[in-house]
Nanobody
Framework: QVQLVESGGGLVQPGGSLRLSCATS????????IAWFRQAPGKEREGLVC????????FTADSVKGRFYMSRDKAKNTAYLQMNSLEPEDTAVYYC??????????????????WGKGTLVTVSS
């Protein structure tokens, strides 16, 4: 039902910043919570930040708190992930996903409704 397309990944030096975008189907951000996840090689997929659709409140994982910030633009049907002070450990494929409901479960979703295909972020000098 909902389609998601991530973009903005690439190579960045340690300490640098990067902004990822997640383009969604029309009105998706009005109805569903949306979150950013990442998966590094050999590791489990990790929830990073979630935004509830009704209030716009954000919930951030401790691992990226203070460095990663999520926002949304309903008019553009787009969610963003601003990543600062990037470290080599942040290297991963980053995904966005929408939930089944309007609310978040911490930095995660209460059941995922749709996933993008991901965008690769590589942090290296």
């Amino acid at each position: 039902q909902v389609q998601l397309v991530e973009s903005g990944g690439g190579l960045v030096q340690p300490g640098g910043s990067l902004r990822l975008s997640c383009a969604t189907s029309a009105f998706a951000l009005d109805y569903y919570a949306i979150a950013w996840f990442r998966q590094a090689p050999g590791k489990e997929r990790e929830g990073l930040v979630c935004i509830s659709s009704n209030t716009g409140s954000t919930f951030t994982a401790d691992s990226v708190k203070g460095r990663f910030y999520m926002s949304r633009d309903k008019a553009k049907n787009t969610a963003y992930l601003q990543m600062n002070s990037l470290e080599p450990e942040d290297t991963a494929v980053y995904y966005c996903a929408t939930g089944k409901y309007y609310y978040c479960s911490g930095a995660n979703l209460d059941g995922a409704g749709a996933w993008g295909k991901g965008t690769l972020v590589t942090v290296s000098s």
